[in-house]
């Protein structure tokens, strides 16, 4: 990812649509710090009876950091949610293996999208957000499994209706 032109962009049911650098949002919002842990909704999957399928997680797929970065809050805010908002629609750099395999895209109610405690991140523990934790942005959503926590995040759509994409509906 070129940080010089890669840009988080803010779109759908808002009355200002925008994207910004990594640089502005550092910069342009009120910095955030959190304690969270992120935990795969998978931990622990190896011990069920019977089995089910995926990757058979024993305990420890989970981790505890301090994220940087800014309320999610303060970009929607910004942009200015229509009346009819609400979901919001995340969606990351990374695209899927196999051709017939959706985009991943998740999303959360307005309701919790505005709770002060989820994050754009761009820092774990005081250090730039490494690669593998979601370079150069991640969303971070304590209390929730890690499968909301999209990492190389760079799209938010502000949705008039709940989603149902493949990603969302059981």
């Not at 998978?42 to 301090?66: D, E, I, K, L, Y």
């Not at 991140?121 to 979601?134: C, K």
Request: net charge neutral; charged share 25%.
């Amino acid at each position: 990812v070129d940080l010089k032109t890669f840009r988080l962009t803010i779109r759908g049911r808002v009355k200002h649509p925008y994207s910004l650098s990594v640089d502005a949002l550092q910069k342009d919002f009120e910095p955030v710090k959190i304690a969270a842990v992120c935990q795969c909704s998978g931990n622990s999957r190896g011990f069920f009876t019977p089995r089910v399928a995926g990757g058979q997680w024993g305990h420890g797929a989970m981790g505890n950091a301090v994220w940087t970065g800014v309320r999610l809050r303060d970009l929607l805010e910004k942009a200015g949610l229509e009346n009819d908002a609400r979901h919001i629609r995340f969606d990351g750099l990374d695209r899927p293996v196999a051709d017939a395999t959706p985009d991943f895209l998740k999303s959360l109610s307005v309701n919790v999208a505005l709770r002060d405690h989820v994050l754009v991140a761009y820092a774990m523990n005081g250090e730039p957000l490494p690669l593998l934790n979601g370079f150069p942005l991640r969303l971070v959503v304590p209390g929730w499994y890690a499968t909301y926590w999209v990492k190389m995040l760079h799209d938010l759509e502000v949705l008039n209706e709940e989603d149902h994409n493949f990603w969302m509906d059981p």
